[in-house]
């Protein structure tokens, strides 16, 4: 498979379309991340205190800023979901391999930013069926995790349905070395 930082993958169904954050999605991202009910459901784990909370285009054109900073640093990717219905963006979606000192060593961290709207099972779902089956190869690991908090009922939905299972296991912070819970994770 393609090397995802030397060429990102797009992503499409017939709701969906993931393509590389660019700068032109800080208006309508600005919507998602200035989405206080919203915001509970972000995994800002281990980001050096932000909380992903950009309710303005200026604050949302500085993050994407980073995210593209990031990629070519090979250190994360970060998709923008684009509904194709509506034509705006609704939300984001990052992965990238973990290297770290404990127990999710090597595997493949999901972080799925949603607006409010679109916090449901079915939303949810549709979205990471559309990118997980090639997140294995894409970043080189036999696990995936994703932080579901024990309030995000439709999201514990939409992961149980995917075949994803809860675990006890802490990551522990690589930059703030805090043990950070409600991980679920799936295997290959």
């Known amino acids: 498979m393609t090397n995802v930082y030397e060429r990102c993958p797009v992503f499409e169904s017939g709701e969906y379309l993931f393509r590389l954050s660019s700068l ?21 784990d281990n980001c050096h205190g932000d909380n992903f909370y950009y309710p303005d285009v200026e604050q949302m054109r500085k993050a994407i800023e980073f995210w593209q900073s990031s990629y070519a640093s090979k250190w994360f990717v970060r998709w923008t979901i684009h509904n194709k219905r509506t034509e705006k963006a609704i939300g984001s979606i990052e992965l990238f391999h973990r290297v770290a000192d404990d127990e999710f060593n090597h595997v493949g961290v999901l972080r799925l ?8 099972a079915g ?65 290959r």
């Open 24 to 44: 032109e999605d800080a208006k309508d991202l600005a919507e998602v991340y200035g989405d206080k009910s919203a915001l509970p459901f972000f995994n800002s």
């Open 113 to 120: 930013d949603v607006k409010s709207e679109f916090e449901t």
């Open 123 to 187: 939303c949810l779902t549709a979205i990471m069926c559309m990118i997980i089956p090639d997140a294995f190869d894409l970043f080189d690991c036999e696990e995936i995790i994703t932080k579901v908090p024990v309030y995000a009922i439709e999201r514990i939905k939409a992961v149980q349905d995917i075949g994803f299972s809860k675990t006890d296991r802490l990551l522990v912070g690589t930059m703030d070395g805090y043990a950070y819970k409600d991980y679920w994770f799936i295997k």
